[in-house]
Every structure is written in C-alpha cells, then in structure tokens.
T-cell receptor
C-alpha cells in the first residue's frame, strides 16, 4: 500500500461547481498535512496546511479525519484558474527521527467553461 | 524576501553523459535544502537533503550524488546518466511554520531532464 494515495482523476467540472478530493495515508502517526497545487510543467506550491479542526481559506476548505486516516480538499465556486494538479502531502517521523514529507501522486482538476 | 533559483531549466543529455544541476537560495541563512525528482505521472521522490554545508543525506540508492559546497548552494550530479534518470528535478528549501515543526517546502522552478 502506498503511503499517500490519491485518485489521479481527472475531475472535469464546470465553472461554479463544488468539487472535493480525498487523500488517504497509511501511517497513523503522521504529524501534519498539507495540500500543494502544481500547474502543468511547473513546481508545486503550498496551497494550505490542514489542521485537526479543519480550516478554510476563501473558497478552499481542508479537513482531516485521523480515525479514518484521510484528508480532504473542497473547492467551492470553481474557477478556470483552479485547473491544476492537487498534491496531498503528509509529514512523518522517519526511523532516524527525522521528519520527512511524503507526496501523493496528485489529483488533476480541469474546470471547464 | 527569500528566492530560490534552479538551472538549467531544460536539458537533453545522451545516456552515459555527466549531469550537473545547480540550485541557489537567497534571503535566508542555513536553510534545509532538498532535491526531489518527479517522474511522469508519479509523486515527488526525495533524493537528497542537506541541513548544512557538506552534510548530505541520501534517501534512495541511485547513480546520482549531491553536494553542498556553500550554505546556499546545492548541486545534483551524475557521472553517467541512465535512461531512467529522465524526469523533473526540483530543488526546495524549508522553514518550520507551524507548531508541529513541520517542514513547509518552497520549490525552485525545476529542471526538466530528458536522457536519450
């Protein structure tokens, strides 16, 4: 089983739609969680951290379910500019005691006019 | 403000040729530095990380090596490239932003390598 799993998509949605992505992680001791956004052939950029109580940033809402070991990203009122790949990222402690980020393969979103 | 530069942006190399990718960070001191590789349709794979000058940790066995000759310079090298080395190479640096001490990475623009 992969450490971080995401549905690769693509999710094709019309402008204005609400879309949600889930991501599951295998390490129950994972410390922290993030969503990154990656545009085609560009570097990933931090979209938002995911906090235990859930958090919102404008049209974006992130939630964490530790019991079921998944995180989610909800995008409301989708814009054409939201088209990108969304990477789920989990921060774990390695056997060496060092923290390490594990990236999912990403979920591709295509918002259509 | 902090910036991260990576070059070259794109390169095409024959199998067996050497490789050198360079990354520099400005506006910060003693950053944690990372090299990641992203193969087509796959997640980012951590190759190397460095917490200081001359300190390199390798995450996966491979024919690549990394060096950190200066505080804000990180170099990825290979003596002989393989076809499987093709991919999108990303340099990153980190700061600890939240109470959990988690790494939040800022990436360079990447170097796209095609080995023929």
């Amino acid at each position: 089983r992969k450490e971080v799993e995401q549905d690769p998509g693509p999710f094709n949605v019309p402008e204005g739609a609400t879309v949600a992505f889930n991501c599951t992680y295998s390490n129950s001791a994972s410390q922290s969680f993030f969503w990154y956004r990656q545009d085609c052939r560009k570097e990933p950029k931090l979209l938002m951290s995911v906090y235990s109580s859930g958090n919102e940033d404008g049209r974006f809402t992130a939630q964490l379910n530790r019991a079921s070991q998944y995180i989610s990203l909800l995008i409301r009122d989708s814009k054409l500019s939201d088209s990108a790949t969304y990477l789920c990222v989990v921060n774990n402690f390695m056997d060496t005691g060092r923290r390490a980020l594990t990236f999912g393969s990403g979920t591709r979103l295509q918002v259509q006019p | 403000s902090q910036t991260i530069h990576q070059w070259p942006a794109t390169l095409v190399q024959p199998v067996g040729s050497p490789l050198s990718l360079e990354c520099t960070v400005e506006g910060t001191s003693n950053p944690n530095l990372y090299w990641y590789r992203q193969a087509a349709g796959r997640g980012l794979q951590l190759l190397f990380y460095s917490v200081g000058i001359g300190q390199i940790s390798s995450e996966v066995p491979q024919n690549l090596s990394a060096s950190r000759p200066q505080d804000r310079q990180f170099i990825l090298s290979s003596k002989k490239l393989l076809l499987s080395d093709s991919g999108f190479y990303l340099c990153a640096w980190s700061v600890f932003r939240d109470s959990s001490g988690a790494n939040v990475l800022t990436f360079g623009a990447g170097s796209r390598l095609t080995v023929l």
